[in-house]
């Protein structure tokens, strides 16, 4: 009796512990999937799939990069969450998913703290406030903010979605300023610029990358932007504090990451592929056209990064009283 018990324990011993094989397998031994929580085309996508086209040529396997648009961000997290964490499955996906719907969201179908391993945040970009000139005939805050209030009841600004970076940064600057204005949330941000630029709405705030463009061809007047320090290719643009706004520095910013469990000395592999990736000669310039800091700091660093930013956004989504719909 006691022989079976130990060999039927033997044989019960790998079900146990399903990915013990991986966990002595170099990386990458395989073809790697990067999941992206949006559509194609997104801020996040491009990202990804710049770092994937490094990484491949420099690890020599094939890197992937998988879009699972859904629920905000939560399809595809639910999916590497479940994922064996032998750094073939990751995860690039932008502040939403990380933090924002933490703050949003109670009933949030997952952790992304406790259940997802922190690798690297990759880049942040700053918001820059805009107006439509026809629209809005004003070029500084002290006049949008006199413009808002005589037109509350008409007042209008567009985001990407509930609960996006440019939705929740336009409930700030109501907070800060005492203004009114009604939301209009579309499916990305390219709708939401469609809407700005045609008159529909009359204020937004907007990826520094995406909106360049449309302010330099006049479209679209810049009124701040809400960085640390004034952007090189919108120069004659104030910062928030700089323009009368205290306390008023955001940034949009993007996490990669992977399914928990990830051992350290793999986790540390993962991390010297990817801020290798960020930092090369054949990246790093290119996300800086787009309007992206590259960060690339260490776990730790973006584990603490992502718990203070969950707070201040839940602080946020309190005052403005804010419900996911």
């Given at each position: 009796m006691k022989r079976r018990t130990l060999l039927a324990a033997?044989?019960?011993?790998?079900?146990?512990?399903?990915?013990?094989?991986?966990?002595q397998s170099p990386w990458p031994s395989a073809a790697s999937t990067i999941v992206v929580p949006f559509a194609a085309?997104?801020?996040?996508?491009?990202?990804?799939?710049?770092?994937?086209?490094?990484?491949?040529?420099a690890l020599g396997r094939s890197f992937v990069v998988e879009n699972r648009p859904g629920a905000t961000g939560e399809l595809g997290?639910?999916?590497?969450?479940?994922?064996?964490?032998?750094?073939?499955?990751?995860?690039?996906?932008?502040?939403?998913?990380?933090?924002?719907?933490?703050?949003?969201?109670?009933?949030?179908?997952?952790?992304?703290?406790?259940?997802?391993?922190?690798?690297?945040?990759?880049?942040?970009?700053?918001?820059?406030?805009?107006v439509n000139p026809q629209k809005v005939p004003v070029t500084d805050l002290p006049g949008l903010v006199d413009w808002l209030k005589r037109n509350a009841a008409t007042a209008a600004y567009p985001s990407s979605g509930?609960?996006?970076?440019?939705?929740?940064?336009?409930e700030m600057f109501k907070i800060a300023t005492g203004t009114e204005m009604a939301h209009v949330p579309y499916t990305g941000g390219g709708p939401a610029m469609t809407s700005i630029i045609a008159g529909d709405t009359q204020v937004s705030f907007q990826n520094l990358g995406a909106v360049i463009p449309h302010i330099l061809d006049g479209r679209l007047r810049a009124i701040l932007i809400t960085g640390d320090r004034r952007a090189a290719n919108l120069p004659d643009?104030?910062?928030?504090?700089?323009?009368?706004?205290?306390?008023?520095?955001?940034?949009?910013?993007?996490?990669f990451g992977g399914p928990p469990g990830m051992a350290p000395a793999l986790l540390a592999r993962v991390h010297e592929?990817?801020?290798?990736?960020?930092?090369?000669?054949?990246?790093a310039p290119r996300l800086t056209e787009l309007g992206f800091d590259v960060v690339a700091n260490t776990p730790e660093e973006f584990a603490s990064f992502q718990v203070a930013e969950i707070e201040r956004w839940r602080q946020v989504v309190r005052a403005g009283n804010i419900r996911a719909e």
């Open positions: 033997s044989l019960a011993a790998p079900s146990a512990v399903p990915w013990a094989a991986h966990a085309g997104s801020s996040s996508d491009i990202v990804a799939r710049a770092m994937a086209q490094q990484m491949q040529i997290a639910r999916q590497v969450i479940r994922s064996a964490p032998d750094g073939h499955t990751l995860m690039h996906a932008p502040i939403s998913t990380w933090a924002i719907n933490v703050a949003l969201r109670p009933n949030l179908g997952y952790d992304p703290v406790n259940q997802l391993t922190r690798i690297t945040q990759t880049v942040r970009t700053p918001n820059v406030l805009v509930v609960g996006s970076s440019d939705h929740l940064t336009g643009t104030p910062t928030a504090l700089e323009a009368g706004l205290r306390d008023f520095v955001v940034y949009s910013w993007q996490g592929a990817a801020v290798a990736a960020l930092r090369s000669p054949a990246v």
